[in-house]
């Protein structure tokens, strides 16, 4: 297992390292100068020098991107701010403030959101599959189905602006949509990500009872489970010992890969909700054309999916006792 999550990590490395050199390659790619959106209408070629000078983007983009490197492990020196201790990822291009500083104030608005809608469509979702999949050909099976089915054809922006028109504007029922630090106002902090999570739970968990069903109904059809209900274990058993750890393994991946993406920053979540998290960062970023913040959210999306393919493959061992990992 050791050796396993240390090829795994290496090989994580390699990719955020691919991943980062492909975004600073198709930033310059782009045919926006920010030393030229920067400079204004009054600019002159000395201005415009200066401007790339103190951007740091007058250099080669091999030596950019070496450059950015160091900074991000090891510490760099920047023209007008010092010493930038590691991890350093540079200074927006936009507002001149530091990419880490500013992605650590948005990353806790991000996690509180990523998670807490997880844990809704986690629960509901396979909990509607596993009854779905007992009561298989019945009511609340075709049910579930069709719900599902239903919420799989929804848009996070669709339902996010109904449900704040009827639950909010309307009726009041819930809070508008905004973020409290959970340590400042735990309630608050509840009540205004109430409603987003609940959109969201909508759309995913639509997307996990069907896979839930799916994957119990095949493993409730395999050999070793009709053998243990031939040696008389109860349905109860039957069910959780075997058919659910035999179901888990495709589910934990997608899960793994959603919450992923939610950490990487669920843009249209956040657009849809006005909430300051990741995604409208990412966002500002690419409008701004601003290289430094585009490369600090890039690499934590990436970094964050790539993490937790590592969690979920080392798990698949615990959950199916037929998955080694060598």
């Known amino acids: 297992m050791f050796r396993f999550l240390v090829r795994r990590v290496?090989?994580?490395m390699?990719?955020?390292l691919i991943i980062s050199a492909i975004t600073f390659w198709l930033f310059y790619a782009v045919p926006r100068d920010p030393a030229m959106m920067s400079c204004g209408k009054n600019c002159t070629p000395e201005a415009l020098a200066q401007i790339r000078s103190n951007l740091g983007i007058d250099k080669p983009i091999p030596v950019q991107f070496w450059e950015w490197?160091?900074?991000?492990?090891?510490?760099r020196e920047y023209a007008g701010y010092g010493h930038c201790d590691a991890p350093c990822l540079g200074y927006s291009f936009a507002n001149r403030e530091p990419v880490f500083g500013t992605i650590m104030d948005r990353l806790p608005l991000t996690l509180s959101l990523a998670f807490g809608a997880a844990l809704v469509f986690l629960v509901l979702g396979v909990g509607a599959g596993m009854i779905a999949a007992l009561k298989q050909g019945k009511f609340l099976d075709k049910f579930a189905s069709s719900a599902?089915?239903?919420?799989?054809?929804l848009q996070i922006y669709f339902v996010g602006y109904i449900a704040m028109y009827f639950l909010v504007?309307?009726?009041?029922?819930l809070d508008q949509p905004s973020y409290t630090p959970l340590t400042e106002n735990p309630g608050a902090w509840?009540?205004?990500l109430l409603l987003p999570w609940l959109v969201l739970a909508i759309i995913f968990t639509a997307n996990y009872t069907r896979m839930t069903r799916s994957q119990l109904v095949e493993?409730?059809?395999?050999d070793y489970v009709r053998t243990a209900r031939a040696k008389g274990l109860s349905q109860a058993n039957v069910f959780f010992r075997f058919a659910w750890r035999g179901a888990m393994g495709p589910i934990v991946t997608v899960?793994?890969?959603d919450l992923g993406t939610l950490i990487g920053g669920a843009m249209i979540t956040e657009a849809t909700f006005s909430l300051q998290g990741i995604g409208r960062l990412a966002v500002a970023s690419v409008n701004q054309s601003d290289l430094p913040m585009l490369m600090g959210v890039t690499v934590l999306a990436a970094g964050a999916i790539v993490f937790f393919n590592i969690i979920v493959d080392a798990v698949y061992a615990l959950i199916d006792p037929r998955i080694r990992l060598a």
């Open 255 to 257: 899960f793994g890969i």
């Open 148 to 153: 599902s089915l239903f919420g799989s054809s």
């Open 169 to 173: 504007s309307k009726m009041g029922v």
């Open 190 to 192: 509840f009540s205004g």
């Open 10 to 12: 290496i090989g994580a």
């Open 14 to 16: 390699v990719i955020l």
């Open 219 to 222: 493993q409730l059809s395999e």
């Open 69 to 75: 490197l160091q900074g991000a492990f090891m510490g």
